[in-house]
């Protein structure tokens, strides 16, 4: 007994002597404050057919996904040609071992079913290394036609999934299409997804057409027509290519529109006996409300995304700087200060920042600015840069892209809001004043 | 003597002597050899100068100059286009950062502050990896690996077998992002010393020795009554006590450099390029139970809090984070075993905020 009684003391006392040492040390704690900034690498075999006629489309669907994943900069394909594991069946289980052989940290697997005109995608997403599904999980159905639209949806899904926000590849850009050489340069509007494929032209090129734009949900545009010979605002039913002129009064010009985050309302410009200034206009009513009262060109308005302010140009200060108002007009606060001259401001959907074009010495630059003017940045350099847009989730940036000399043409870059990823988007032609919808529904 | 009775037994062989084959002149050439080295007389009064003679031409077409170019119009040269690799300066100097506390003057400056940081050379390039050091990028043939390595080949000639290996390099790295404003951008003023070296200050004059107070004398521990804790401890172990398995934390901590290995570890696989703008405003801490071969058990890497974010900024930090400590813990951390105790449970906090500066 005695000794029993020893043992259990002495281990008593152990115990105790463990619990002071654990509340004294706690576990090892660490900072980690640098890490890497690297494309992740993820792997997305080609669908499985489920079905005979779905063999093409579970190709090109993978494809189209990996592409938007890709192009962005972001992640990086794992090629097929090392893949270890073949996936044969959708619900078969995941073997993470292949995977995280070839560093594929993420994982996409899909089935697509074709029934007569019908289109079924699903998908699933993994963490490799974690060894779990992803909460993305999705089933698409839609006309055969419409198979880009399915993969863009996937690779948005996978892309929210992994990111932590939007994504903007089931979206589209309406344009104004150049052909032909500088001097008998041919204009029209044309609109395509947002990685050039389904180009539609909505207008023809016998009349110069300007800054196109689109609503908040993406079924109209507003652009700039010099069809009577002066500047005249349209605005255009994308469905159904319908298109009306917007009047604002006979010997006035009117340019640079600009939905309201409401739809309903536009804001844009107007010279009238050699001075330009900002005006709103109600589209059902036509009723119309000045916004600025100055001797000087105000000009590129663009709203903020809770439609409560305004950011503009205006050389009101003897040269060409950014200034916001209240959306309903009154005293507008200069955000510019850099040297060179700021124009297109355009206020990011996140509404936290500001996309501009800057000259200075003799070079165009896309950049960004918080609202209030502060932390600056260029994220290009070029002969002619100019005309940023917005993507829907804020994260990228396209713009015009002009080059120099008697050959040079008018393309379309787009550009990581970091600065990084710059690349030129694909168009059968010349393309300028590019405007990015919002996702579609 | 000596030498007449032993010199017979040492044979001495004749020195070696070089010889040199001259060829010999006569007194008249030598002469005209020495007349030659004399310095030539130089007339005072200046010689006429000649009519130059009508030049004949010649018949040697190797003689020849070579025939006058032919002149054509040169094709218009398209005025060539601003090269985009150099961009303009920034409009305002950048404010020069300084340290925010300058080295003491006492203190023998850091040689390595010395050193440029950069070499003029190494101007920022676009590379698809930021990480904290920037690497240059490998060559074409180089596998893409963490660790550096040179090529083995087979060598014909060699009697013992050889193991072939690849060339190995790290990936090319910035250690900022480089866009097309930015480009090639302070490459000279990076190469510039970071810290100017200051002159030594006069040594101090010894300080007199200072009282040791009667109450820093070392006192004998007190013994610390540890009847309650026993106590405590035999009813709670009686009682089933539920902290039998809580980490026991003994011996030797890590050191500085052992805790600083671990951190550089996480952070090559830390990585934030993927992020949100929200998440990238987020720290999470993150909690994680290592094996003793430094594997983390994955099942318990859990998020125990979040600062500066959403809920849903911090899912995405954290799943970053996670990513990081599995990926690169799959082959164990590098800990000293014999600490054990002081590295089972770890906390890692993942703060991003100078990951959004880059």
Same mark, same amino acid.
Request: net charge negative; with cysteine.
């Given at each position: 007994?005695?000794?029993?009684?020893? &043992?259990?003391?002495?281990?008593? %006392?152990?115990?105790?002597?463990?619990?002071?040492?654990?509340?004294?040390?706690?576990?090892?704690?660490?900072?980690?404050?640098?890490?890497?900034?690297?494309?992740?690498?993820y792997a997305v075999p080609d669908f499985v057919p489920?079905?005979?006629?779905a063999a093409e489309h579970a190709a090109q669907i993978a494809r189209v996904v990996a592409a938007d994943l890709s192009g962005t900069?972001?992640f990086r394909e794992v090629p097929a040609s090392a893949h270890?594991?073949k996936v044969?069946?959708?619900?078969?289980?995941?073997?993470?071992?292949?995977?995280?052989?070839?560093?594929a940290?993420a994982l996409i697997t899909g089935a697509v079913?074709v029934?007569?005109?019908?289109l079924?995608v699903?998908f699933?997403g993994?963490?490799?290394?974690?060894?779990?599904?992803?909460?993305?999980? +999705?089933?698409f %159905?839609?006309?055969t036609?419409g198979w880009r639209r399915m993969a863009h949806k996937v690779a948005d899904?996978i892309y929210?999934?992994?990111?932590?926000?939007?994504?903007?590849f089931d %979206?589209?850009?309406?344009?104004?299409?150049?052909?032909?050489?500088?001097?008998?340069?041919?204009?029209?509007?044309?609109?395509?997804d947002y990685d050039g494929a389904n180009?539609?032209?909505?207008?023809?090129?016998?009349?110069?057409?300007?800054?196109?734009?689109?609503?908040?949900?993406?079924?109209?545009? +507003?652009?700039?027509?010099?069809?009577?010979?002066?500047?005249?605002?349209?605005?255009?039913?994308?469905?159904?290519?319908?298109?009306?002129?917007?009047? *604002?009064?006979?010997?006035?010009?009117?340019?640079?529109?600009?939905?309201?985050?409401?739809?309903?309302?536009?804001?844009?410009?107007?010279?009238?006996?050699?001075?330009?200034?900002?005006? *709103?206009?109600?589209?059902?009513?036509?009723?119309?409300?000045?916004?600025?009262?100055?001797?000087?060109?105000?000009?590129?308005?663009?709203?903020?995304?809770?439609?409560?302010?305004?950011?503009?140009?205006?050389?009101?200060?003897?040269?060409?700087?950014?200034?916001?108002?209240?959306? *309903?007009?009154?005293?507008?606060?200069?955000?510019?200060?850099?040297?060179?001259?700021?124009?297109?401001?355009?206020?990011?959907?996140?509404?936290?920042?500001?996309?501009?074009?800057?000259?200075?010495?003799?070079?165009?630059?896309?950049?960004?600015?918080?609202?209030?003017?502060?932390?600056?940045? +260029?994220?290009?350099?070029?002969?002619?840069?100019?005309?940023?847009?917005?993507?829907?989730?804020?994260?990228?940036?396209?713009?015009?892209?002009?080059?120099?000399?008697?050959?040079?043409? &008018?393309?379309?870059?787009?550009?990581?809001?970091?600065?990084?990823?710059?690349?030129?988007?694909k168009?059968?032609?010349?393309?300028?004043?590019?405007?990015?919808?919002?996702?579609?529904? | 003597?000596?030498?007449?009775?032993?010199?017979?037994?040492?044979? %001495?062989?004749?020195?070696?002597?070089?010889?040199?084959?001259?060829?010999?002149?006569?007194?008249?050439?030598?002469?005209?050899?020495?007349?030659?080295?004399?310095?030539?007389?130089?007339?005072?009064?200046?010689?006429?100068?000649?009519?130059?003679?009508?030049?004949?031409?010649?018949?040697?077409?190797?003689?020849?100059?070579?025939?006058?170019?032919?002149?054509?119009?040169? #094709?218009?040269?398209?005025?060539?286009?601003?090269?985009?690799?150099?961009?303009?300066?920034?409009?305002?100097?950048? #404010?020069?950062?300084?340290?925010?506390?300058?080295?003491?003057?006492?203190?023998?400056?850091?040689?390595? *502050?010395?050193?440029?940081?950069?070499?003029?050379?190494?101007?920022?390039?676009?590379?698809?990896?930021?990480?904290?050091?920037? !690497?240059?990028?490998?060559?074409?043939?180089?596998?893409?690996?963490?660790?550096?390595?040179?090529?083995?080949?087979?060598?014909?000639?060699?009697?013992?077998?050889?193991?072939?290996?690849?060339?190995?390099?790290?990936?090319? &790295?910035?250690?900022?992002?480089?866009?097309?404003?930015?480009?090639?951008?302070?490459?000279?003023?990076?190469?510039?010393? &970071?810290?100017?070296?200051?002159?030594?200050?006069?040594?101090?004059?010894?300080?007199?020795?200072?009282?040791?107070?009667?109450?820093?004398?070392?006192?004998?521990? #007190?013994?610390?009554?540890?009847?309650?804790?026993?106590?405590?401890?035999?009813?709670?172990?009686?009682?089933?006590?539920?902290? !039998?398995?809580?980490?026991?934390?003994?011996?030797?901590?890590?050191?500085?450099?052992?805790?600083?290995?671990?951190?550089?570890?996480?952070?090559?696989?830390?990585?934030?390029?993927?992020?949100?703008?929200?998440?990238?405003?987020?720290?999470?801490? !993150?909690?994680?139970? +290592?094996?003793?071969?430094?594997?983390?058990?994955?099942?318990?890497?859990?998020?125990?809090?979040?600062?500066?974010?959403?809920?849903?900024?911090?899912?995405?930090?954290?799943?970053?984070?996670?990513?990081?400590?599995?990926?690169?813990?799959?082959?164990?951390?590098?800990?000293?075993?014999?600490?054990?105790?002081?590295?089972?449970?770890?906390?890692?906090?993942?703060?991003?905020?100078?990951?959004?500066?880059?």
């Amino acid at each position: 007994m005695r000794k029993i009684l020893a &043992a259990l003391l002495i281990g008593a %006392s152990a115990l105790a002597g463990a619990g002071t040492a654990a509340a004294q040390t706690g576990p090892l704690r660490i900072e980690i404050d640098q890490g890497v900034i690297e494309p992740l690498p993820y792997a997305v075999p080609d669908f499985v057919p489920e079905t005979p006629s779905a063999a093409e489309h579970a190709a090109q669907i993978a494809r189209v996904v990996a592409a938007d994943l890709s192009g962005t900069g972001l992640f990086r394909e794992v090629p097929a040609s090392a893949h270890i594991s073949k996936v044969t069946g959708f619900d078969d289980p995941v073997k993470f071992a292949d995977w995280k052989a070839v560093n594929a940290q993420a994982l996409i697997t899909g089935a697509v079913s074709v029934t007569g005109n019908r289109l079924t995608v699903q998908f699933r997403g993994y963490d490799v290394f974690a060894e779990k599904e992803l909460e993305s999980a +999705l089933q698409f %159905s839609g006309t055969t036609g419409g198979w880009r639209r399915m993969a863009h949806k996937v690779a948005d899904a996978i892309y929210s999934e992994i990111t932590g926000e939007s994504g903007y590849f089931d %979206s589209r850009v309406v344009y104004v299409s150049e052909s032909g050489p500088k001097n008998d340069r041919r204009k029209r509007l044309a609109i395509m997804d947002y990685d050039g494929a389904n180009v539609q032209y909505l207008t023809n090129s016998a009349s110069l057409v300007l800054a196109p734009r689109f609503s908040p949900t993406g079924d109209r545009v +507003l652009y700039t027509s010099y069809e009577s010979g002066f500047p005249q605002i349209h605005v255009l039913d994308v469905g159904q290519v319908q298109r009306k002129i917007l009047s *604002s009064g006979d010997g006035t010009m009117s340019f640079a529109p600009r939905f309201a985050p409401d739809g309903r309302t536009i804001v844009y410009s107007q010279t009238q006996g050699g001075n330009t200034d900002l005006f *709103s206009m109600d589209i059902s009513t036509g009723a119309k409300r000045r916004l600025t009262s100055a001797p000087s060109i105000e000009t590129a308005p663009s709203f903020s995304p809770d439609g409560s302010h305004v950011v503009f140009e205006s050389d009101r200060s003897g040269s060409q700087q950014l200034y916001v108002m209240p959306a *309903s007009g009154g005293e507008a606060r200069r955000i510019s200060f850099g040297q060179g001259r700021y124009g297109t401001p355009v206020w990011s959907p996140r509404g936290d920042m500001i996309a501009f074009t800057k000259q200075n010495k003799g070079r165009f630059h896309i950049g960004v600015m918080r609202t209030d003017g502060s932390e600056e940045r +260029l994220l290009t350099a070029s002969f002619l840069d100019e005309g940023p847009t917005w993507a829907p989730n804020g994260r990228v940036i396209m713009f015009t892209r002009e080059s120099q000399g008697s050959a040079g043409r &008018a393309l379309l870059y787009s550009v990581d809001v970091t600065g990084r990823n710059l690349k030129p988007v694909k168009t059968p032609d010349g393309g300028s004043d590019p405007a990015w919808s919002p996702l579609q529904k | 003597m000596t030498w007449v009775v032993f010199g017979a037994w040492f044979p %001495s062989e004749p020195l070696p002597s070089n010889v040199q084959q001259v060829a010999l002149i006569s007194a008249e050439q030598f002469e005209k050899l020495s007349q030659q080295r004399q310095a030539p007389q130089v007339s005072p009064e200046p010689a006429p100068l000649l009519e130059p003679a009508a030049v004949q031409p010649v018949a040697d077409p190797a003689s020849q100059p070579d025939p006058a170019p032919e002149i054509t119009q040169p #094709e218009p040269v398209p005025p060539a286009e601003p090269d985009p690799q150099v961009t303009d300066r920034p409009d305002q100097p950048p #404010e020069p950062e300084l340290p925010a506390e300058l080295p003491s003057a006492t203190e023998e400056p850091d040689v390595s *502050s010395l050193v440029p940081l950069v070499r003029p050379d190494s101007a920022p390039r676009p590379v698809d990896r930021v990480a904290p050091e920037p !690497v240059a990028p490998p060559e074409p043939d180089t596998r893409i690996a963490d660790v550096v390595q040179p090529e083995v080949a087979p060598d014909e000639g060699a009697e013992t077998e050889q193991d072939v290996q690849d060339a190995t390099a790290r990936e090319a &790295a910035s250690d900022r992002i480089v866009t097309e404003e930015n480009e090639g951008e302070d490459a000279a003023a990076t190469a510039a010393p &970071a810290v100017s070296r200051r002159p030594k200050a006069r040594p101090a004059r010894p300080q007199p020795e200072p009282q040791v107070a009667a109450a820093a004398q070392p006192t004998e521990p #007190e013994q610390a009554d540890t009847s309650d804790a026993v106590a405590d401890a035999l009813a709670e172990a009686l009682a089933g006590g539920a902290d !039998v398995e809580a980490p026991e934390p003994s011996g030797p901590p890590l050191t500085l450099g052992e805790k600083d290995a671990l951190r550089v570890e996480v952070s090559r696989c830390w990585n934030v390029g993927s992020l949100s703008t929200a998440a990238l405003k987020t720290t999470v801490v !993150v909690g994680v139970s +290592l094996a003793r071969d430094g594997k983390p058990d994955t099942g318990s890497i859990r998020m125990l809090s979040s600062t500066g974010g959403s809920a849903s900024a911090a899912k995405q930090a954290y799943e970053a984070a996670r990513r990081a400590i599995i990926r690169c813990g799959a082959k164990g951390f590098q800990l000293p075993p014999e600490k054990y105790a002081q590295w089972r449970d770890i906390e890692m906090t993942f703060n991003p905020e100078r990951m959004r500066i880059k």
